[in-house]
T-cell receptor
Framework: DQQVKQNSPSLSVQEGRISILNCDYT??????FLWYKKYPAEGPTFLIS?????DKNEDGRFTVFLNKSAKHLSLHIVPSQPGDSAVYFC??????????????FGEGTQLTVNP | NAGVMQNPRHLVRRRGQEARLRCSPM?????VYWYRQLPEEGLKFMVY????????ESGMPKERFSAEFPKEGPSILRIQQVVRGDSAAYFC????????????FGNGTRLTVT
């Protein structure tokens, strides 16, 4: 049962343009959402998060949008840079006492930014 | 470097041997999580520990796998009698508090079973 889904395995954009990565979830208990970036042979690096009480959070070139009714979130990167080329994982957690900050991850989207 | 430290980075074991993976959380973090990434897949939760306690092990295979986080020293993920299907990247993450807070990941241990 894949509770967090990233339906696009890959995305290719031109440098300077906007990158939009999408993520859908099925578990209505999820109330905290995160995006991670991962380079080969490294661990995931936290990028940005959003709580379910918000619908938008912005940090520099990165903006995350949350649509709770559609159970959908997206990550916008603008302007995209070649160094942004990596695998991006969407993750979610539910505020349950015994789960701590346990995250459920999507399958990832490989972003390639072409110079 | 005050990040999450994992060792070894690469581990090769023959079928039937034991694998021990170590994780030192970030300074000040007392919550540790282990994840596994199989080839071409996302990260799958295995176990969540606090000092001397296993809080949630719902993602751990029922046999051969165990984890601990002792009062002193790193967290250990132990795999007994490894099989080829255990070949994967194993990531450890830590957080300062229970929830909600981002997890900070180490660079993983790549286990290869021959």
């Amino acid at each position: 049962d894949q509770q967090v889904k990233q339906n696009s395995p890959s995305l290719s954009v031109q440098e300077g343009r906007i990158s939009i990565l999408n993520c859908d979830y099925t578990n209505s208990m999820f109330d905290y959402f995160l995006w991670y970036k991962k380079y080969p042979a490294e661990g995931p690096t936290f990028l940005i998060s959003i709580s379910s009480i918000k619908d938008k959070n912005e940090d520099g070139r990165f903006t995350v949008f949350l649509n709770k009714s559609a159970k959908h979130l997206s990550l916008h990167i603008v302007p995209s840079q070649p160094g942004d080329s990596a695998v991006y994982f969407c993750a979610a957690s539910a505020l349950i006492e015994t789960s701590g900050s346990r995250l459920t991850f999507g399958e990832g989207t490989q972003l390639t930014v072409n110079p | 470097n005050a990040g999450v430290m994992q060792n070894p980075r690469h581990l090769v074991r023959r079928r039937g041997q034991e694998a021990r993976l170590r994780c030192s959380p970030m300074k000040g973090h007392s919550h540790v999580y282990w994840y596994r990434q199989l080839p071409e897949e996302g990260l799958k939760f295995m176990v969540y520990l606090q000092k001397e306690n296993i809080i949630d092990e719902s993602g751990m295979p029922k046999e051969r796998f165990s984890a601990e986080f002792p009062k002193e020293g790193p967290s250990i993920l132990r795999i007994q009698q490894v099989v080829r299907g255990d070949s994967a990247a194993y990531f450890c993450a830590s957080s300062a508090q229970g929830a909600p807070s981002p997890l900070h990941f180490g660079n993983g241990t790549r286990l290869t079973v021959t």
